[in-house]
């Protein structure tokens, strides 16, 4: 895409956005991002040499922030775990410069649900739905796993998505059979680099909630938030993952969570109004799938200014449902993605993105056959890619953080290579990005300022060592449950 491509495109999509603004004026452009005034400073003005600081040359730059735009060539400048500055041709003494010269930065993608433990038995389920989903992994290799097996099951899921380019998941772990697989799946959660939300679940079979000798849940969630969370000034922040197993176990999830000031997620299918006659919805509460809600569900959760998660390729795959995008975007609810299921689904946003469009779509085709009037406007490629970073921030409760570069928030970035045969020679970067990318394009993962991959390749990670830990644990359950 030609500069002039870039900035025609923005300011038909932004038309506050000046030409000036978008490419020439950055002072102006970065004045406008309120979050960012406190820490934004010419560059010049740093001092020089510091080693925690890296400039991001000449990069195609997708903010995902409304107001700074796209910029068709411009710098980042990382200062420690924030982003300082965001323009064409910054001053950096001292700072590490990487050539961004034939890359796509932006922000990293943020994944709002994903059930990490299951790491290492991804993907042994490519023709099975729901059903065998839940025999098989939930109630079958869930109730075998050991400690060590829930660690390194989420460690390969978090190394594996920042490979992909996934810098924040919501780990939702409903493997919580004792606490001592809590406290291995928040090591694993520590040792990736990743930044995650750690949602405390429910142990793994059926019916934990009448054998109480060996779990704590959900009351355990006190400790963890004074042992592992009493700061949000970390990686890691803390979150509940609620069975909704009936309204009265509800209302113990939903107390537990918010006594200690934990977010809420739930996986929420057509029984939500039971749920929601125990507790007060609110702000807090992310709802996955929201498989065959009514419009008065829909409307109630809009209302209480909850969040959503839709899990595109595995709601399809598993044969559960068309994921209702239209039907969130209908009542001013934009949707974040996920990947749920590694058994059944890839790791990547890109898969997502894509399987959204392709969803939503195939809905509006298949209505427009049917003879329907009045059908919902297309998504486009801009829109899930929103939904894969900005709206993946707001749902895991981030947005003043992460899922966009502005100056001022966390440097979470990642660098998108436009060079590669699969997408070269890229003219509309966001078409590129969301049609034509995979993980194979992902050069280069920032979290909060630290490297997590460069050229290609996961820095400090040991791959040895976690394979032969991974192929061990895979060997052993497969041992413990039937096939
Ligand atoms: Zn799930």
């Excluded at 996961?458 to 791959?463: F, M, P, R, Y």
Aim: hydrophobic fraction near 40%; aromatic fraction near 4%.
């Amino acid at each position: 895409m030609s500069d002039e491509d870039i900035v025609q495109e923005t300011e038909e999509r932004q038309p506050g956005i000046s030409r000036r603004q978008l490419l020439g004026g950055t002072a102006a452009g970065l004045a406008a991002a309120s979050a960012a005034a406190a820490v934004v400073r010419p560059a010049a003005a740093q001092p020089a040499a510091r080693s925690d600081r890296v400039l991001l040359k000449g990069g195609t730059v997708l903010t995902m922030d409304r107001t700074l735009g796209d910029f068709a060539a411009a710098d980042v400048l990382i200062d420690g775990a924030r982003i300082a500055a965001i323009g064409p041709n910054l001053q950096a003494g001292g700072a590490e410069i990487i050539d961004a010269g034939h890359m796509i930065v932006m922000p990293g993608f943020v994944d709002t649900h994903r059930h990490m433990w299951e790491g290492q038995i991804r993907q042994i389920l490519p023709d099975g739905g729901i059903r065998e989903y839940v025999r098989t992994v939930l109630d079958g290799y869930g109730t075998a796993y050991r400690p060590q097996d829930a660690y390194i099951g989420d460690l390969l899921s978090a190394l594996s998505a920042i490979d992909a380019g996934v810098t924040t998941l919501l780990d939702w772990s409903h493997i919580q059979t004792t606490p001592e697989h809590t406290d291995a799946v928040v090591k694993a959660l520590q040792d990736s680099g990743a930044r995650a939300v750690f949602a405390y679940g429910m142990p793994a079979g059926k019916p934990w909630w009448e054998d109480t000798s060996r779990h704590k849940y959900p009351g355990d969630i006190s400790r963890l938030r004074r042992q592992y969370f009493n700061s949000d000034d970390q990686l890691l922040t803390l979150a509940l993952a609620a069975s909704g197993a009936n309204p009265e176990i509800a209302a113990k999830e939903w107390a537990a969570a918010r006594d200690v000031g934990a977010r809420i997620t739930i996986h929420a299918n057509a029984t939500i109004g039971k749920i929601a006659s125990a507790v007060k919805l609110g702000p807090d509460t992310t709802y996955v799938h929201c498989a065959h809600w009514d419009d008065t569900a829909w409307k109630m959760v809009a209302d209480s200014g909850g969040t959503v998660s839709f899990s595109p390729v595995s709601e399809t795959i598993m044969g559960s449902q068309i994921s209702p995008i239209q039907q969130a975007l209908d009542v001013g609810i934009r949707p974040s993605l996920s990947a749920d299921a590694e058994t059944n689904a890839p790791n990547d946003l890109f898969s997502q993105m894509r399987a959204a469009l392709i969803s939503h779509n195939a809905m509006i085709i298949d209505r427009r056959d049917r003879g329907e009037k009045d059908l919902p406007k297309r998504l486009t490629a801009r829109d899930v890619l929103e939904f894969a970073t900005i709206e993946g921030a707001k749902a895991n409760g981030l947005a003043a953080k992460i899922g966009s570069l502005v100056p001022g928030k966390q440097a979470d970035i990642i660098c998108l290579r436009k060079d590669r045969i699969n997408v070269m020679p890229v003219k509309d970067p966001v078409g590129a990005v969301v049609l034509g990318m995979d993980t194979g394009n992902v050069d280069t993962v920032f979290i909060a300022g630290k490297a997590r991959k460069r050229h290609g390749v996961l820095v400090g990670i040991d791959l040895k060592r976690i394979a032969s830990e991974a192929v061990a644990s895979q060997n052993y359950l497969a041992s413990k449950v039937p096939t």
